[in-house]
């Protein structure tokens, strides 16, 4: 057996899976304990402009958008200027015939989730989805619940079931991979700078101080 320069397979890209991203509203977000809401919204934010970004097939859905839980935070749909949002009524997101009709449309066998609540939004759908044979991941610091309980349990049930934990800023990272990808460099760390927290003030920081940059 002999090392080769390539990544590993249980790494995600850009082409290789589509994102869901579920129920990022007002409504949910209101009773959502485990994270503080500033962090959930920057995190969400990261993911989606990173999805953009990187042209990740991404599919949005809400549930009772204009009866009850309000619409979905402005910092995902201005990633997605003009994209549909899949209202539904079922808790579940995988029992929604028009969002499932997009899953088999986009036809990605591998799927990466977030939202709200992660007990409900993310375990109905990672759980179904598995059943079905999909691999699948959940960005669990773009995901809140009532508690931190709630969400850790949640967490829990969902890994022992085979779903593949990530963070915000590692899937994106993850999508880049190579400094070197000048293509997706000066995106990637925009993004990093506007959502991306302490490590976003560093890269402020080294750029402004030193004009460093990590590909050379």
């Known amino acids: 057996m002999s090392a080769t320069a390539t990544p590993g397979r249980l790494l995600v890209s850009p082409k290789d899976h589509t994102l869901i991203m579920i129920d990022f509203q ?29 042209g990740v097939s991404t599919i949005l859905t809400t ?24 209202d539904r009524t079922s808790m579940n997101t995988w029992e929604d015939a028009a969002v499932i009709e ?37 960005i669990a610091d773009a ?9 850790e349990r949640a967490m829990d049930r969902m890994v022992q079931a085979g779903v593949r934990p990530m963070t915000a800023l590692q899937y994106m990272l993850e ?17 990093a700078k506007k959502f991306g927290g302490a490590y976003g003030l560093g890269i402020i920081y080294a750029k402004s101080m030193f004009g460093a940059s990590e590909g050379h």
């Open 26 to 54: 007002s409504q949910m977000s209101f009773a959502t304990k485990s994270i503080d809401a500033v962090l959930l919204r920057n995190n969400a934010a990261l993911v989606a402009h990173a999805a953009a970004g990187f």
């Open 63 to 86: 549930v009772a958008e204009k009866t009850f839980s309000g619409p979905m935070f402005e910092e995902i749909t201005g990633a997605f200027p003009g994209q549909k949002l899949l």
């Open 102 to 138: 997009e899953v088999n449309r986009i036809g990605k066998k591998r799927l990466v989730m977030c939202g709200l609540w992660t007990s409900v939004c993310i375990v109905g759908p990672t759980l179904s989805a598995l059943d079905q044979g999909f691999e699948v991941y959940v």
């Open 143 to 151: 995901c809140g619940d009532v508690s931190d309980e709630a969400h």
């Open 175 to 191: 999508l880049q991979r190579d400094w070197a990808r000048t293509e997706t460099y000066d995106m990637t760390t925009g993004i």
